[in-house]
């Protein structure tokens, strides 16, 4: 079963390649991959929301993804499964960006994006979080364009991102609850 996985793997990144890949496109898709490189644009949408009272919650519920997502993905998944990247497995497939130091499973880059993105989607105005999954979604598409990612990575990386997203959520509604408790208990004392 898994061996019929990597090989559906290895065709899917080898038709990306030879299909899809275009010289025209190749620097707008290094630009979007980029822009998931240590969550750069998911920590810039979390902070710009800190200074706006209607999107603090979204805000502090992306951060708070971003970090479970580096914890879930980086520190114990990535290192459990230890799974090689597809360029040094791959005969025939080239990537277009640096090598990557971490290993492959799951795709840290998608995990961060879908973590931060559902996060914004259920806490911040629907229709910028629409944006940010669509967003999220390309990230996740241009780690397999550019070769540093089988797709069941990237599959990986955006359902352990929904979760963080999803967890990260309830963490802040649960606090913000028990501090909007905290204030009408002592309306009520007064």
């Known amino acids: 079963m898994l061996e019929t996985i990597y090989m559906l793997d290895a065709q899917i990144l080898l038709w990306i390649q030879n299909t899809l890949r275009q010289p025209f496109l190749n620097p707008l898709m290094k630009f979007v991959t980029s822009l998931g490189d240590s969550g750069s644009i998911w920590i810039f949408l979390a902070l710009f929301c800190l200074f706006f009272h209607k999107m603090r919650k979204g805000g502090k519920a992306v951060l708070i993804a971003l970090l479970l997502s580096f914890i879930v993905n980086n520190l114990i998944l990535k290192r459990l499964f230890g799974r090689i ?39 911040g105005d629907k229709r910028w979080g629409v944006a940010a999954i669509f967003l999220a979604a390309a990230i996740g598409f241009t780690r397999m364009y550019v070769g540093v990612h089988y797709p069941t990575d990237v599959l990986g990386g955006m359902i352990s991102g929904i979760f963080t997203g999803i967890l990260s ?14 204030v009408s208990l002592r309306d009520w004392e007064e």
């Open 85 to 123: 990247r597809p360029y040094d497995v791959i005969e025939g497939l080239t990537i277009l960006i640096h090598k990557p130091g971490e290993f492959s499973f799951p795709s840290g880059h998608t995990a961060s994006s879908f973590g931060a993105a559902t996060a914004f989607y259920i806490n």
């Open 169 to 182: 959520s309830w963490m802040v509604n649960h606090i913000e609850g028990r501090k909007k408790k905290q």
